[in-house]
Structure formats: structure tokens, C-alpha cells
């Protein structure tokens, strides 16, 4: 075989591998890729029931109900314009209340019910989940709390 040739076929074989391992990265991936996503995002492109995904918003307020086993809880997320029932088997963070950013992830049901698998709430009074203050922004609803750090 000539070197030229030689050349040739050792650069296609590289390109071959490369995009095989470059497939085989992005399979792998994309199991663990969870979207976000607002109620209003919801309300404008339903979710297939099966896919995980991240739903961020306030606690709405008068909607959290505690179940009698003192393990599930059921309450509203909303940006203000829509919001989506969720309901939560597990210990809710402490500062969960009503009025408060929150992300939580899990699946949409069929029957429009997001049951979470975690919920997360924000960790001081000034901080609010980056997707959460976008996702206000985008309705149109955010309120600029006192002692926020302006983000550029």
C-alpha cells in the first residue's frame, strides 16, 4: 500500500472513531438531560407524560394541602399567569412556603398533575432561582425585592 493511501485510510478510520465516540457521548447524555420549564411554557406546549423535566415558579398562595399520612403534600406552582398542581411524597425543605421560588422535578401525568420527585426552595431572602426570576420576567410578573443584587 502506498503512503499516501495509507494516510488516507488511518484519517478515516480516526473520523470513523471520532464520530462513534461522539455518538456514544451524546446517547448517553441525552438520558440525563432534564429541560426547564414555567406553567406558562406548560399551558402553551404540553409535555409527553413520560419525560422528566424541571417546573419552576411561586408556591401559589391558599394552594398547599398536607395529606393525612403527613408524607404527601399537594400544592399549586405558578408564574403568575398559569400555574400546574404538584403533588410531593417526601420531607418539603424548610423554607417552603407559600410565595416562594421554587424548582421542582418530576413528570406530568396525563390528567395534568406534576408529581414531584424534588423539590428545592430558595436558601436565603434574597435569592430566588435563576429560572424561576426569568421565567417571571418573561410574564411579565417579576416584583424587584428589596436587597436583591441587580443581575446583568
Do not use: C
Request: no cysteine; hydrophobic share 40%.
Amino acid at each position: 500500500m502506498k503512503p499516501k493511501r495509507r494516510r488516507l485510510v488511518l484519517v478515516s478510520v480516526g473520523l470513523l472513531a471520532l464520530f462513534g465516540a461522539a455518538a456514544l457521548v451524546l446517547t448517553a447524555l441525552e438520558d440525563n438531560l432534564v429541560f426547564f420549564y414555567s406553567p406558562s411554557d406548560l399551558a402553551e406546549r404540553p409535555r409527553p407524560p413520560a419525560n422528566a423535566f424541571r417546573l419552576g415558579g411561586l408556591v401559589e398562595e391558599g394552594s398547599i394541602e398536607r395529606s393525612s399520612d403527613g408524607i404527601t403534600t399537594t400544592f399549586r406552582i405558578t408564574d403568575m399567569a398559569n400555574s400546574v398542581p404538584v403533588s410531593y411524597s417526601g420531607i418539603l425543605p424548610d423554607l417552603f412556603r407559600e410565595g416562594q421560588g421554587v424548582v421542582t422535578e418530576g413528570t406530568l401525568g396525563s390528567d395534568g398533575l406534576f408529581t414531584a420527585r424534588e423539590v428545592l426552595a430558595k436558601h436565603d431572602e434574597n435569592y430566588m432561582p435563576k429560572e424561576v426570576a426569568d421565567a417571571l420576567k418573561e410574564a411579565g410578573q417579576w416584583h424587584h425585592f428589596e436587597g436583591e443584587a441587580s443581575s446583568k
